[in-house]
């Protein structure tokens, strides 16, 4: 079981090295061997993203409150206009990148993946039109629909009811995601904010409690 402090990604001892990326061990091992069982039928994959800390993730959501990174749309357009009242800005930063403390890839059971033999990782945007039918990783999208459950990995942002939207990329190892979703407490969270500098902190900690809700529980459960 994850400490309140791994779980919201200020302490990072519960993580294995694998290649460039940090996971636990029990997703380690799950995905080596999903990739190699990929690799049996001609496809290709590899993580874009694993760990990510509560620092990292604070200066991904803080940098997209003061304007220096773009915001998009559900449909993940560029938004042009500055949005200046508190509730709707940050509304729309939680639309793809979640609360620091709040992302499951502070678990390290969870990973994005694409396929590096049609698309490099520095041109990767991680948008539906990468996967969709004619995009670069649309193989990788096919296969994993058909086997990654074989090797305990499913979907958590499926629907689009989710209050984060479909990502094809996202993948999460369900026996410790399951458990970490469980044992997480949105006091944890408060905690984790409270200490930290976040922008948007006074609308934040009055929406904590729909935010954890929509954001944190409401995600897809079964395979």
Not at 15 to 21: A, H, I, Q
Not at 170 to 196: G, M, W
Request: with cysteine; glycine share 6%; proline share 4%.
């Amino acid at each position: 079981m994850l400490t309140p402090e791994q779980l919201t990604g200020c302490e990072d001892t519960h993580l294995t090295d694998l290649g460039e990326v940090r996971v636990t061990d029990g997703t380690a091992k799950a995905y080596l061997l999903m990739q190699k069982a990929a690799e049996r039928d001609g496809v290709t994959m590899a993580i874009a993203s694993g760990f990510r800390s509560f620092e990292a993730q604070a200066s991904i959501f803080n940098r997209k409150a003061r304007g220096e990174l773009a915001l998009r749309d559900s449909s993940h357009n560029i938004i042009a206009t500055p949005i200046a009242e508190p509730r709707a800005l940050l509304k729309t930063i939680l639309i793809w990148s979640a609360l620091p403390g709040a992302s499951r890839h502070h678990w390290g059971t969870d990973i994005d993946l694409f396929d590096p033999c049609h698309i490099e990782h520095g041109q990767l945007e991680l948008v539906q039109s990468e996967f969709d039918a004619g995009g670069p990783c649309h193989e990788l999208a096919c296969w994993l629909e058909k086997n990654a459950r074989d090797f305990g990995f499913y979907r958590p942002y499926r629907s689009p009811t989710n209050g984060v939207q479909p990502e094809p990329w996202h993948y999460s190892y369900k026996r410790e995601s399951d458990q970490c979703l469980a044992n997480f407490e949105i006091k944890h969270l408060r905690d984790a904010i409270t200490k930290a500098n976040v922008e948007l902190s006074a609308t934040i900690e009055s929406e904590l409690d729909k935010i954890f809700e929509h954001y944190v529980l409401n995600v897809d459960k079964t395979w």
